[in-house]
Structures are given as C-alpha cells and as structure tokens.
C-alpha cells in the first residue's frame, strides 16, 4: 500500500497549508480515505474523510476551517487547511478509513504562535 503524503510545514498560526496524498490506485478505488492528525503526546485522531461523490466529514476540532477532497483520476487525497493553530500542529497521515495496518510516513505541520 503506497500512502505518501506530503504539503506540510511551518506556518503561522491564522495560516493555510495545503496537504497531498498520492496512493496507491487498489487502496484508492472506492474507498473512503481519510486524514489522520498525531499531535505530541497524543494518540492518532482521524479530522477528515471523504468519499466519492459525498461531502466529507470532520472532526469537530477542524470543521470549518479543514476541507477534505479527492482526484479518482489522480489516486490523491487533498487536506486544504486554513486558520491554523498551534495546536494543529502534528504529523499528518492520510489512510484509508478504516485505515490500513500500513501508514505513510506522513507530513509534519508545525504551527507557530
């Protein structure tokens, strides 16, 4: 299973960021993917999902400012951040939802204050 996300990074706290995943086209097809969020010192938390064709789903902690897309065409996920805050701040995996015993190495978001 390829899960290689990437697009994270250091940004200001009220900033954007955009995250990819490209995945692999057998993990991809018809499922519903997912963003998962490991901040420090806590466990890993799914803040969005997609599927094809419904409008995504969010952890109450993103909604609003998190919207979750995908590109069948592309095999890719997309995490469109705005307003950030630091305590967004994590590393960022996306998977399938439920998600797959193999994980990504995932894309480190650091917000600063």
């Known amino acids: 299973v390829q899960l290689q996300a990437s697009g994270g990074g250091l940004v200001q706290a009220g900033g954007s960021l955009r995250l990819s995943c490209v995945v692999s086209k057998f993990a991809f097809n018809g499922n519903r993917m997912g963003w998962y969020r490991q901040s420090p010192g806590k466990q890993r938390e799914l803040v969005a999902s997609i599927r094809s064709g419904v409008s995504g789903t969010y952890a109450d902690s993103v909604k609003g400012r998190f919207t979750a897309s995908r590109d069948n065409a592309k095999n890719t996920v997309y995490l469109q951040m705005y307003s950030l805050k630091p305590e967004d701040t994590g590393v960022y995996y996306c998977?399938?939802?439920?998600?797959?015993?193999?994980w990504g190495q995932g894309t480190q978001v650091t917000v600063s204050s």
């Open positions: 998977n399938r939802v439920p998600a797959y015993d193999t």
